[in-house]
Structures are given as structure tokens and as C-alpha cells.
Nanobody, 118 residues
Framework: QVQLVESGGGSAQAGGSLRLSCTAS????????LGWFRQVPGRERERVGG????????YYSDSVKGRFTISRDNSKNTVYLQMNSLKPEDTAVYYC???????????WGQGTQVTVSS
């Protein structure tokens, strides 16, 4: 059974940094494409960015481009979201997700809260 567990959330001041981790158990992590999403209560979930199974250049939403960096370490079954120059509007619950090859997000983590204060 596949599980994704996020960690690293918390509070930061505007302009600060946080790094989220998402570690998988079960399945074949190295064959998955991975994504990071975030959601604010009452709003639709937003895809922050992702990285393919081949670790070719990650992609990002315009709202985080140049501030956030996604990377993966297949030896640790972990994907990272490095968040720099944080803004209050980055406050959300952040989720990682995995596409096992069927073109949909098959697995999801439980989410981790990120709160950025001004």
C-alpha cells in the first residue's frame, strides 16, 4: 500500500524560507511523476508545480516561479519543495501527489500547513 507523508510545514515570516518533504512508502517511487499542490479553505486546490519521473526541468505555477524549487531524491523516495521569499499569500495546506503513470494523481499525502505572516 502506497503512502505519502509530508513534513516541514510550519510558520515563517514574509521573506523567509521553508522546505517541505514528502516521503513515499510502497510502490516504485522512481517511476512516478510528482506534484505539489496547495489549498486555502473555500478555494480550489492549486497546483504549485511538479517534476517528471525523468527529473527533467521541473515546472511551476506563475505564482511561485522563481521562488520555489522542486527536487527529488529517488534513493530516499522523497520529493522536496524549497520555498523562498515567502509571501502571506503562500499560506495554505500543502499536499504532495504522485502520478504512477496513468496520467492522474493516484496518491496523495495528508497535507501540511504553511503559514506566512507579514
Amino acid at each position: 500500500q502506497v503512502q505519502l507523508v509530508e513534513s516541514g510545514g510550519g510558520s515563517a515570516q514574509a521573506g523567509g524560507s521553508l522546505r517541505l518533504s514528502c516521503t513515499a512508502s510502497g510502490g516504485t517511487f522512481s517511476t512516478w511523476s510528482l506534484g505539489w499542490f496547495r489549498q486555502v479553505p473555500g478555494r480550489e486546490r492549486e497546483r504549485v508545480g511538479g517534476i517528471s519521473r525523468y527529473s527533467i526541468t521541473p515546472y511551476y505555477s506563475d505564482s511561485v516561479k522563481g521562488r520555489f524549487t522542486i527536487s527529488r531524491d529517488n534513493s530516499k523516495n522523497t520529493v522536496y519543495l524549497q520555498m523562498n521569499s515567502l509571501k502571506p499569500e503562500d499560506t495554505a495546506v500543502y499536499y504532495c501527489a504522485a502520478d504512477s503513470g496513468w496520467g492522474s494523481w493516484d496518491y496523495w499525502g495528508q497535507g501540511t500547513q504553511v503559514t506566512v505572516s507579514s
